[in-house]
């Protein structure tokens, strides 16, 4: 593993003539997107057709790739967007009694959070629902200060720290007026927990980092975790969800989406390394392929997704990877107006 500082240079030893013409990598980029949105938009679109429940996986995700894929100039997909998020309020809607009692919904905080998150993404404005779903985070919160999962399935449903940063991102997007007193308190709690909070996994890593920069934490203390992030990097450019497991597309587009959001530059040799492993491991058919580690605790179905009993974690790996590399400018533009 290499340390990459963040305005350090490229310590690989790789020469510079190796890498591909600013030119070419877009071109690549381009053609990885061009191959890979329609899958996870399609993957989207005919989730509800077999579930009426919310799926951060199905919704929340693909709808991160789509927006952050539009704010680089792609085809706008406000109809999906609009489609999903109405999915997504409406299996929340259904549950207002459960959501205000902060009991009976699957997945616990982490369902709540994401759902949160995908409603954001499409911009849907605060209402009796949203309203609900921070009062269910303000109710389950731990004494301890973090949002407990209710299974683990590795990698979306395994971190506390991720269920806790997605937890504060909603209540701070989505708290009342009247809800503002108790969020203040819950956020206070929350940031004291994640200060020391135990990591056990990249995606721990990866997430505290977010987690500093929602936190608005001093500058030493999210450059040390994204020190910490840029550490685990591999020799092949990616990240992986473990530290005895191989790099993927999930781990390393989660890393490198989590990196530019917190602030670092796509350009960083490290960000591009992770670029590079990106489009060398996206498949013909423009997806990426994940192996699960989640025992199944429902029927199986298949959604018409890549990769058979793998496509539940294949296709959010996909969605990371595609708003990673719609995340790096285009030539000319800088970092946050491509």
């Known amino acids: 593993m290499r340390v990459l500082a963040q305005d ?32 996870v938009q399609k993957a989207a679109a005919n989730y509800p057709n077999h579930r009426d429940c919310f799926s951060c996986h199905h919704q929340t995700l693909p709808m991160l790739a789509i927006v952050t894929a539009q704010a680089r100039g792609i085809e706008p997909q406000e109809d999906l967007l609009h489609d999903q998020a109405e999915f997504t309020h409406q299996s929340f809607q259904a549950r207002i009694e459960q959501l ?8 616990r905080a982490m369902t709540v959070a994401y759902g949160l998150w995908a409603l954001s993404l499409a911009d849907w404005p605060a209402d009796e629902t949203t309203e609900a779903m921070v009062t269910y985070l303000l109710k389950t919160q731990a004494e301890d200060g973090r949002w407990i999962r209710q299974t683990e399935r590795p990698p979306l449903e395994e971190s506390y720290v991720t269920s806790t940063v997605l937890a504060v991102r909603g209540i701070k997007r989505y708290a009342t007026t009247t809800q503002m007193a108790d969020s203040k308190a819950s956020i206070a709690k929350a940031r004291e927990w994640l200060n020391s909070a135990p990591l056990k996994s990249h995606e721990d890593r990866v997430t505290q980092l977010w987690g500093a920069h929602l936190f608005d934490a001093e500058a030493k ?34 890393t490198l989406w989590v ?14 390394r992770g670029v590079d492993f990106l489009l060398q491991s996206q498949r013909d058919d423009g997806s990426w392929f994940v192996a699960s ?46």
């Open 8 to 39: 350090g240079p490229d310590r690989t030893g790789a020469a510079s003539a190796t890498r591909p013409s600013t030119a070419d990598a877009e071109r690549r980029i381009a053609a990885a997107l061009s191959r890979g949105l329609p899958l």
């Open 100 to 107: 205000n009692r902060g009991e009976g919904i699957g997945g």
């Open 221 to 254: 203390t999210i450059e040390s975790a994204r020190e910490s992030v840029l550490q685990a990097q591999r020799d092949d450019g990616g990240w992986g969800q473990l530290d005895d497991m191989a790099s993927d597309a999930y781990a390393t587009g989660q």
């Open 259 to 272: 990196l530019q959001a917190t602030g670092f530059d796509p350009r960083h040799p490290a960000y591009r």
């Open 293 to 338: 580690r989640s025992k199944p605790i429902q029927t199986f179905f298949d959604n018409g997704d890549p990769h058979g009993k793998d496509q539940f974690i294949s296709t959010p790996a996909a969605c990371w990877a595609l708003a990673a590399l719609a995340a790096v400018p285009r030539p000319g533009l800088e970092p946050g107006t491509h």
